[in-house]
């Protein structure tokens, strides 16, 4: 196993790159991989100037948002930029009827008015190790894959605590290559994050989920937060006494702008792709999962979406709940469209006929790879079934927001009927659920959650096979003759979790002796059903053949790496800090349509709908326009340009990331993808697949002359063109 792995990395380093500007790729690595080619397209940068652990570099000004997006710090007093969605949970927490920072935006004119964000941290990158040897060390051929994962849990964990040792950094191991090779990451994590800045929604959000995923764009897609540290420049909890944090490195910003074919490269944190997956693997995910999902959050937005239209305070409290669920919603329509589009399936299917084929031409090798497809085939059929009960009961039954929120009082349960359980172990856990609770009801309708949650019951009643349905719709036959408008109406009228005065009081006087109380509330019984039929019966038998499915894959891997010895293998994106790179490029869709290669404030004004909450125009950016007062962020030919599109590979977690020009200049921030080309978690298509970055220069031109917050601007280095 040992020279198995060797062997891989060692093809890895020496193969000749024979594709497009495509893949997520490892910042460490590029000066064997990636350089020569990078330099050719025109970067003017060294492999040291972008990653290095002996001197500063880019990646030090490169962090992770809040576990899901990207971040880039901007000046010496650790201010950073980030996407306006990315930062919306937290714009969304500090705002009220009478403080609604969604709808106005919010701008700190003094360090003492940015705003702590409780729960909100970044992910600072120290330094990354290949650590493959060592973890498989104790792993043989004739292991299983369970006993192989105990073997390399145990070595991560020895590797990991020998890295934290003596020191404030966190310290993860990730697997790349579907377990073929592994990575430590050694971080430091700032837990003391202020909120700085956003636009109102007129502008961060502008177009809403109609222009989600979709190009022209003309969305002000920015949010300015800022670290602070202890006074030794150390992460620190929040504390009053914190200062801005110094950081080794940030960004110089560049007026300059950008043409056709000019060089950009991505920094950032990609949190998932899967573009090596069988036939079988693609076909479920974009014909199978995807078509379920789809049908599903769309009754749940329509009723959001409904809700927020009639009522200012719903708006404000599921504004991101709903972007949350929209997000996903257009992108799997993108997706499946473009597998189809393309015929990826297909495409895959005549692959792995050609790998059967190579197979096969060797006793050696057969007997390594002969069997894998049709063994792919029946853990896929085996998968099928409990994959699409899995789907209706995580969108449908977790997607009822009560249902989530009551699974939440699970281990105050577990702890109550243990009898040796301490008192001050169930005082601490009320506590605990009691900020939980005033967290809740303060983003939380019941009205609205009600009507959800007939609609879910009704969607999971009617499609889900009657062997997997959670045993509350007998219950509820029952009880209400199957009317779930009825059940629903009877569960908030009597739950105590469903009225937050009811459920504050309910734990004010919580004593163990009252978790029957608890038990037999009707929101917790039908969240123990919902969430005991995938415990028990769902998620034990995925678990086992998924693991089949990743066991399989990573011997296929292996396999694909060995066929092809002179391509260059990216790794799959798994939320760790990667370069993609491109170049500034427009796109035909269709036939006789063809985008250009950036947006403007005028294609702002030309979709100004003023009936329409997402196209509505902040009056101050319309004066500016109007008197063409755009200080130093017009682009050459006079125009304020908004957003631009190239060809670097992005996924979801590269929301935020910065957008470098050639001499690592940040020119823009990227926010998302085109919907043509969403279909690239899958399958990349040079063609089509284009990221979408907000122009740094239309975001100064906001802080400055919209916002009136100058102050951050004279904080960062910004180039002149």
């Not at 000066?31 to 970067?43: F, I, S, V, Y």
């Not at 330094?127 to 060592?134: A, H, I, L, S």
């Not at 959670?470 to 105590?496: C, H, R």
Request: aromatic share 10%; glycine share 6%.
């Amino acid at each position: 196993m040992k020279r198995t792995s060797l062997l891989i990395i060692a093809i890895i380093l020496l193969r000749c790159i024979s594709m497009a500007e495509e893949g997520m790729w490892i910042p460490m690595l590029l000066e064997q991989l990636n350089m020569k080619r990078m330099q050719d397209l025109g970067l003017k940068l060294s492999a040291e100037d972008i990653y290095s652990v002996n001197h500063s570099s880019l990646k030090d000004a490169i962090v992770q948002f809040g576990g899901g997006c990207t971040a880039e710090i901007v000046s010496a007093q650790g201010l950073i930029l980030t996407n306006h969605h990315c930062g919306l949970g937290a714009i969304q927490r500090q705002s009220s009827l009478q403080h609604d920072y969604i709808t106005d935006g919010f701008w700190a004119q003094t360090f003492e008015e940015e705003l702590p964000c409780p729960g909100v941290s970044v992910t600072l990158l120290v330094r990354m190790e290949d650590v493959t040897t060592r973890m498989m060390e104790g792993v043989s051929e004739n292991m299983n894959q369970f006993q192989r994962n105990q073997v390399i849990k145990q070595n991560a964990e020895k590797i990991e605590k020998e890295a934290m040792k003596g020191t404030h950094f966190d310290a993860k191991i990730r697997p790349f290559y579907y377990g073929n090779q592994y990575y430590l990451m050694v971080n430091e994590v700032f837990k003391d994050v202020r909120l700085v800045g956003a636009p109102p929604s007129s502008i961060g959000k502008f177009g809403g989920d109609t222009d989600n995923w979709m190009w022209p764009r003309h969305t002000g897609d920015f949010s300015v937060f800022r670290i602070y540290a202890s006074k030794e420049n150390d992460p620190a909890a929040y504390s009053k006494e914190n200062v801005p944090y110094k950081p080794k490195n940030h960004l110089p910003v560049s007026l300059k702008g950008y043409e056709k074919n000019d060089f950009t490269f991505v920094f950032g944190y990609p949190g998932s792709t899967r573009e090596y997956l069988t036939s079988y693997g693609v076909d479920l995910t974009a014909n199978q999962e995807n078509p379920l999902r789809i049908a599903i959050r769309q009754k749940r937005l329509d009723m959001m979406n409904s809700a927020m239209a009639e009522n200012r305070l719903v708006r404000i409290q599921y504004t991101a709940k709903a972007n949350g669920v929209a997000n996903y919603w257009k992108k799997m329509i993108g997706e499946s469209r473009g597998i189809r589009r393309i015929g990826a399936v297909a495409e895959k299917e005549q692959f792995e006929q050609q790998f059967q084929k190579w197979a096969d031409s060797t006793s050696e090798r057969s007997s390594k790879y002969g069997n894998l497809l049709p063994a792919f085939k029946t853990a896929y059929q085996q998968y099928l079934p409990l994959d699409r009960a899995y789907i209706y009961i995580s969108e449908a039954g977790q997607g009822i927001e009560i249902v989530k929120f009551a699974a939440g009082f699970r281990n105050l349960v577990k702890i109550s009927r243990k009898k040796e359980t301490p008192e001050k172990d169930i005082a601490t856990a009320v506590e605990g659920l009691k900020r939980a609770t005033t967290d809740f009801f303060a983003n939380y309708n019941a009205s609205l959650d009600q009507k959800i949650m007939t609609a879910m019951l009704t969607e999971m009643q009617n499609k889900m096979e009657k062997a997997s349905l959670p045993d509350i719709f007998t219950v509820i036959e029952k009880s209400d003759k199957g009317n779930f408008e009825s059940y629903s109406s009877g569960l908030f009228s009597a739950s105590v979790f469903a009225d937050s005065a009811r459920l504050m009081n309910f734990l004010s006087n919580y004593k163990a002796s009252r978790v029957k109380k608890l038990e037999n509330d009707p929101a917790f019984l039908l969240m123990t059903s919902i969430y005991g039929r995938n415990d028990k019966d769902i998620a034990p038998e995925m678990t086992m053949i998924g693991g089949r499915i990743d066991s399989l894959q990573r011997i296929y891997m292996a396999g694909m790496m060995e066929m092809q010895s002179r391509k260059i293998f990216y790794p799959d994106a798994n939320s760790t800090l990667r370069v993609a790179y491109g170049k500034v490029d427009d796109y035909l869709p269709a036939d006789g349509v063809k985008y250009s290669y950036f947006t403007t404030l005028s294609g702002v004004m030309q979709k100004e709908d003023p009936e329409i909450y997402d196209y509505k125009v902040d009056p101050r950016l319309k004066k500016l326009f109007s008197e063409k007062d755009y200080g130093p962020y017009a682009d050459r030919d006079g125009t304020v340009h908004v957003a631009f599109i190239a060809t670097n590979h992005t996924t979801g977690g590269n929301s935020g990331s910065p957008v470098l020009n050639a001499q690592g200049q940040l020119i823009g921030i990227n926010f998302d993808r085109n919907w043509e080309g969403t279909l690239s978690d899958l399958r990349y298509d040079p063609s089509q697949c284009r990221n979408i970055s907000l122009d740094i220069r239309y975001c100064l031109f906001v802080i400055d002359k919209v916002a009136g917050c100058r102050r951050l601007v004279s904080e960062m280095t910004v180039v002149q063109p």
